[in-house]
């Protein structure tokens, strides 16, 4: 058996085509002078502020779009592979990184007092679960180096495919204010309108390569071009809000329950106020994708020691083994209805979101599941306990390394 470090390049480069994240191209590449040589420090770089995107007439009361991207990780424990930190990260124009909670756009401000001013996440087992990218309609033109300061009209979820590595060519598809679907593609500098179906859309993924998209009614289809959708699923009725998602190599249908309540409010005097309508979520319904072609999605009774994470611009799965005191088979989702965001400083991040037990359908606020609550709040003491020589950011920005000095194997779980 031939040793490590003299590998044939031929099958070092197999190895490398297979790498998800820049955290193992910078791992593989830190093994030895001939890993190295393989594969590029940039295979995986995608620009930090993407390109102002034009308008086109596609909305009207738009200058253009800002497409950014954000990262949800799993960050382990070097000493105990059972204790994870779910964090969503987002790189600005500085290189600095703001944190927030993994199902919402909420950043983490401020981060506790003792939060390492540096944090090298190549000192911990990095999993990267979801990528997301997210179109935002400017109001007006950006400044020059100062891109943050535009202002956000809408926010939109899109699904990204980067046909290049330094991601200077890509296509997205999203849903445009009218339901039906919009695609941008950065070849030609042009929005096209999908005109197909009658019904809005509720969500678009890129899933192994490709665009999909499902309707309200349930019914997906796979999206090549402007004028070539397939319909790959038929309609499943019954909830009020499809998602789709990738879970263990399988495209899922998860199809979400609401209902129209109210919850009272206090006036200026102090006084009650007649109750505010709100979406309430009162149940989940999970489906697979058949493989035989059949067009049909089946019913997902258990998913088996899998977490599903409903989030505002990105879906992903995770699996329970492993992790001290949890279980699969459930889905977190947002709820600010059942449990209103009212989170203090240092206190608890994420009380806004909810836990649905599929094997029993019911629904509970996370803060009532001390072991699933620590997924998100606080940073666990491994993290803070860490110590760093730069300065804190306001708003809960952090400088993180990404240095490739140490050579030592990491192992990655969940």
């Known amino acids: ?41 940039k295979r995986h770089t995608l620009p930090v502020r993407f390109p102002f995107l034009p308008n086109h007439g596609i909305s009207d009361p738009t200058w253009g779009f800002n497409l950014t991207k954000r990262s949800i990780f799993r960050v382990g424990s070097p000493m105990d592979h059972s204790d994870g930190w779910l964090i969503k990260v987002e790189e ?15 950043y983490f401000k401020p981060l506790p007092k003792n939060f390492p001013k540096v944090l ?9 679960l979801c990528q997301e990218y997210v179109l ?23 699904a990204y495919k980067c046909l290049n590595y330094d991601g200077s060519q890509f296509v997205l598809v999203t849903i445009h204010v009218s339901g ?3 695609m941008f593609k950065s070849e030609d500098g042009q929005w096209s309108t999908i005109h197909h179906t ?5 969500d678009v993924i890129l899933f192994n390569g490709e665009f999909y998209a499902v309707d309200n009614s349930g019914a997906t289809f796979l999206v090549e071009s402007q004028h070539k959708v397939t319909l790959i699923a038929e309609p499943v009725f019954g909830g009020d809000k499809k998602i789709l998602m990738e879970c263990n190599g399988e ?6 329950y609401l209902t129209v309540d109210s919850e009272e409010g206090f006036g200026l005097d102090g ?9 309430k979520t009162v149940g989940f319904k999970v489906f697979k994708l058949h493989r035989n072609g059949s067009k049909k999605w089946t019913v997902v009774c258990d998913l088996g020691n899998t977490m599903l994470f409903l989030g505002e611009n990105c879906s992903f799965s995770a699996s329970a083994s492993g992790v001290s005191g949890c279980k699969g088979n459930c889905i977190f989702f947002t709820d600010g209805f059942l449990c209103p965001n009212v989170d203090e400083d240092d206190v608890f991040k994420g009380s806004d979101i909810a836990i649905f037990d599929l094997e029993f359908g019911t629904i509970s606020p996370l803060s009532d599941s001390p072991m699933y609550s620590r997924l998100f709040w606080p940073p666990p003491s491994w993290i803070t306990s860490t110590s760093g020589g730069s300065s804190i950011h306001s708003e809960g920005a952090i400088a993180i390394r990404l240095k490739t000095t140490k050579k030592k194997k990491i192992p990655r779980t969940f």
């Not at 935002?136 to 033109?141: D, P």
């Not at 006084?271 to 979406?279: A, F, I, R, S």
């Open 1 to 41: 058996m031939a040793e490590w470090s003299h590998l044939p390049k031929d099958l070092l480069y197999l190895i490398s085509q297979r790498l998800q994240n820049p955290f193992d191209t910078m791992r593989f590449r830190s093994v030895c002078s001939s890993w190295r040589s393989v594969v590029s420090p």
């Open 92 to 106: 600005d124009a500085c290189g600095m990184i703001k944190i927030s909670n993994p199902l919402s756009k909420s």
């Open 120 to 128: 090298n996440l190549l000192n911990f087992p990095v999993l990267e």
């Open 136 to 158: 935002h309609y400017l109001n007006f033109w950006p400044v020059r180096h100062r891109p943050g300061d535009a202002g956000d009209l809408y926010r939109e979820k899109i």
């Open 180 to 182: 039906k679907l919009a």
């Open 198 to 202: 009658a019904l809005p859309y509720d």
């Open 251 to 256: 495209l899922l249908l998860v199809d979400m």
């Open 271 to 279: 006084e009650p106020t007649e109750g505010v309508l709100h979406e």
